[in-house]
């Protein structure tokens, strides 16, 4: 029968509370008693799981869900509150790549120290230490003490003494985004290969693209509980899915919440001719024509703020009324009204969101938004979310000006 | 199970030569340094007890005051200096501790055995140069020093696990650590002898396990073997439950250290 790699069953983690002197010396109280701190900060709950041998696990979730304390349970840098963890194989970690890198010491006395802690025998680290300089790529710098290193060159030469101690099982948090391009593609190259041999790795990341190319399953932490463990295409794409509608939430919830904070309100945000008051929908190239009335309790005339959105944020155009030097229709004295109208609309077929902003009458601030969603239809293959005005050259007036730069285009 | 401890032997080996070369890595002369300050403090001492002080000692007269001080004051130095640099070991190797998974006890053990290795070279250095300036010591001195030496380093190291785990705890230890040693050193015969105490005194004292090693220092290279005593059974079996008490400490608390760097 073959036995997993890593085993972790029921792990939870307090931090205790040590702010305050004595809630240390009672924590340290309870330590010498026998007994867990376990009041404090609930970092893990319960969290189950398994390594089979060649298997790699990635682990997902949001900023402070968990993931580097498990990690470093999972090393044995610290332990757990409840549950156990077994970790058979050799193990390295790439938590850090510069720890325990002394900055008074040389490179290579760095080299010596992080090869012991890595469990390789001077004679090992005699045989491998051509390879670990040739990985790490630092030239003479080796002989320098590490203070005097960049932060890459820290992290090549970490990298290095990690690959050359020859692990089984690679437990890494989101180091290699500290390289530069190609070190990090030398990495991923290397971490590939090594799955390859038969290798298993552990992966902390946020990039799910990492995640499913290196793993095949995952783990989704979520405020420090397993919220979804298995095949790593299927708990990757609900994770994101998950993160698109809480960042559609947050847009609702902050859109109930504005018009509280600023003086200048919006009153009404219409399409003109608007037949769904939910979403317009028009015809590619048609025009629109937008109106907007902003209360101003002070009788100073706001500024008015008018963009257009991709459906997922992105701005494509935003104009304002004091760019043009527009000046606000008065209605009464508190009541200014703004109209615009955008002819002939370049947008591609798509979902937009078109948004009226009302601004302190300088300018400067935004105290209000509304937003209406935007449908263009139409046939277009063109790509990209905006016409741009073209025309095709006729071949025969070809001047000199394109096979140059087609030439030098290939240079890299 | 094997291989652990070859893997372990070798990072407390990184660990002690590391210890070392940080005191002298930018040192000009380097490791010259080791034997020099030991004879510059010798040169100290000697002018400042000899000539200033005029300080005489009734069982060193054939020797000299000089010499009956530093047969004592090297090992007791290198013993509060390895408690004092090893208690802080944890909390100055605290990023160290926090990322990478090794047996931490390894760092105020391999404190302790860099310290002694320094300050017992200075003392080879002095007794050395007080063999060759021909003060009358007993060169069968070492063959006692040895294993004195040996267990006070052990004593020392059962003490810096308790310091050393202790500080992650309750950072006042740093501050209580010195002036304590200080109390220690001046409650032990090093600048004085025993005998030159009240008997109330000398009775309480006698229970202080350093005055013991002090000595049998002294009987070693100076005075002579005075006999055993209930203390030649204390102090080693003291010096290993520390040790053990110590480690066991030290192993409870080791996994919550992060928790409170």
Known sequence: ?412 | MRKVKNFNTVIFLQLVSRNIRTDYLENVTGFAWLVLQPLLMLAVYAFVFSTIFQARMPEAEGVGFVPFLAVAFWPWTAFSEAILKASSSITANAALIGKVAFPSELLPLSTVAATFTMHLIGYLAVLLFLFLIGTDLHWLGFLWAIPLLLLLALFAAGLALFASALQVFIRDTAQILPPLMTFWFFTTPILYSSTMLPDQLQAFFRWNPISWFVLRLREAFITGFSGFGLMDLLVPLLSLLTLLAGLGLFRRLRGHFEDFL
């Open chain 1, 1 to 412: 029968m073959i036995q997993p790699l890593v085993q972790v069953e029921g792990v939870s983690k307090f931090y205790p509370r040590v702010h305050h002197p004595w809630e240390r010396l009672r924590a340290f109280a309870a330590l010498l008693r026998g007994k867990e701190p376990l009041h404090g900060a609930e970092v893990l709950r319960d969290v189950s799981f398994e390594v089979m041998p060649g298997e790699s696990y990635g682990i997902i979730g949001e900023n402070g869900a968990g993931k580097s304390t498990l990690l470093k349970v999972l090393t044995g840098v610290i332990s757990p509150s409840r549950g156990s963890v077994l970790v058979r194989p050799r193990v390295a970690a790439l938590l850090e790549l510069g720890a325990g890198f002394q900055p008074d010491f040389s490179g290579l006395d760095n080299v010596r120290m992080k090869a012991s802690l890595l469990g390789m025998s001077p004679t090992q680290l005699a045989q491998r230490m051509d390879e670990i300089l040739a990985f790490a790529d630092i030239g003479e710098y080796v002989h320098e003490p590490v203070k005097h290193y960049s932060s890459g060159m820290v992290v090549r030469l970490g990298f290095a003494v990690v690959a050359a101690s020859d692990p089984e099982l690679l437990i890494t948090d989101e180091v290699l985004a500290v390289g530069d391009e190609s070190f990090q593609k030398k990495c991923i190259q290397w971490i590939e290969s090594f799955l390859q041999r038969g290798n298993s790795l552990l992966l902390v990341s946020h990039s799910m693209f990492l995640v499913q190319k290196l793993c095949h399953r995952a783990l989704w932490l979520h405020e420090g509980r397993a919220h979804m463990q298995g095949d790593v295409f299927e708990v990757t794409q609900s994770y994101l899915a998950w993160h698109e509608t809480r960042v559609d939430r947050e847009r609702q919830h902050r859109q109930n919440l504005s018009g509280q904070g600023g003086l200048y309100r919006i009153e009404q945000f219409n399409i003109c001719n608007s037949v769904d008051p939910s979403e317009h929908v028009l015809q590619q190239g048609e025009a629109i024509e937008i109106s907007m009335t902003l209360i101003a309790p002070d009788g100073r005339p706001p500024v008015a703020l008018f963009g257009i959105v991709r459906a997922d944020g992105t701005a494509i155009y935003g104009v304002a009324s004091d760019f043009d030097g527009i000046v606000a229709e008065q209605i009464d004295e508190s009541r200014f009204r703004y109209r615009i109208r955008f002819t002939d609309l370049p947008l591609l077929p798509g979902s937009y969101s078109i948004r009226g902003h009302a601004m302190d009458p300088e300018g400067l601030r935004v105290c209000d938004t509304s937003e209406k969603r935007l449908r263009v239809k139409g046939q277009s293959r063109e790509l990209g979310f905006v016409r741009l005005q073209h025309e095709w050259i006729d071949g025969k007036d070809a001047d000199a000006c394109g096979m140059d730069t087609v030439k030098g285009s290939h240079s890299d």
